[in-house]
């Protein structure tokens, strides 16, 4: 029997894809993105604007992004200009994390009726309508097919407290996910949504009383803890690799189990 000093080649080696939405390294985004990157994955990075910058270039550059980009969705053309550069740079794309939500706080707070048309357009636009427009302008870059994943929220399915519109727009951003999935099947590209459970992030911080809900999730999980970055980045990275090449249209929660419990 001959030996080999060859090892197994990472599960994502070769691989290339986006990461959006990392603020910090408390951002559930870099978790991801370091969980891709130690599966052999190859990303860029983007953040939002000149302010973020200083926070996330140190950790673009210690993950080995190649490339690192500002993104506004909000800007016209300018989610559609971020994927340009990045098939050129790449030339195919395999995976495309989408972790970006924006609600005003009146919306997020108070009672959804209340919620002005300009907030509700913009919370759909930032938090729901930019995965559509990140999948349309991806499809040609994934012709051999791959992963486009979103993050969502329990209160996408159920009332949580305090998330008002977001809840509304997470529902709509779940089943946006299922269309997407059946659109882009026939092209090997599936689609997922991610739905963790609560954990203390920038993003979380705008969400009055979160410690309370931080607490409630710990109390009601059958594993009795709320989950960590890590975990929610394990997960994701695993929807990127040829293991869940059977899956797609899912939102699938990593909450320690809190989501099946009233």
């Not at 996910?177 to 092209?187: E, F, N, S």
């Not at 931080?214 to 960590?228: C, I, M, N």
């Amino acid at each position: 029997m001959s030996s080999s000093n060859s090892t197994t080649a990472l599960p994502l080696a070769g691989k290339k894809g986006i990461v959006t939405g990392i603020a910090n390294d408390k951002s559930i985004a870099y978790a991801v993105a370091r969980a891709i990157v130690e599966l052999g994955g190859e990303i860029a990075v983007t953040y939002q604007n000149e302010k973020t910058a200083k926070y996330t270039q140190p950790l673009a550059e210690a993950l080995g992004a190649k490339l690192f980009l500002k993104l506004d969705v909000a800007e016209p053309g300018c989610l559609e200009g971020v994927i340009a550069q990045c098939g050129e740079a790449f030339g195919e794309i395999d995976f495309a994390i989408h972790s970006m939500a924006f609600c005003n706080a009146d919306d997020l707070h108070g009672r959804v009726i209340d919620a002005s048309e300009a907030g509700f357009d913009s919370a759909m636009n930032v938090s729901c309508h930019s995965f559509l427009r990140m999948a349309k302008a991806l499809e040609p870059l994934m012709a051999h097919g791959g992963s486009l994943i979103t993050m969502s929220y329990l209160g996408a399915e159920r009332v949580v407290r305090n998330y008002g519109v977001m809840g509304i727009i997470k529902a709509a951003l779940e089943s946006a996910v299922r269309y997407m999935a059946y659109d882009l099947g026939p092209k090997g590209i599936r689609v997922f949504a991610v739905s963790p459970g609560p954990i203390m992030t920038r993003a979380a911080s705008g969400i009055a009383n979160f410690n309370n809900l931080l607490e409630s999730d710990a109390q009601k999980a059958p594993l009795g803890r709320t989950v960590t970055i890590e975990e929610v980045g394990a997960l994701t990275a695993f929807l990127c690799t040829p293991g869940s090449s059977g899956m797609t249209g899912q939102t699938i929660y990593v909450d320690a189990g809190a989501h099946i419990v009233a």
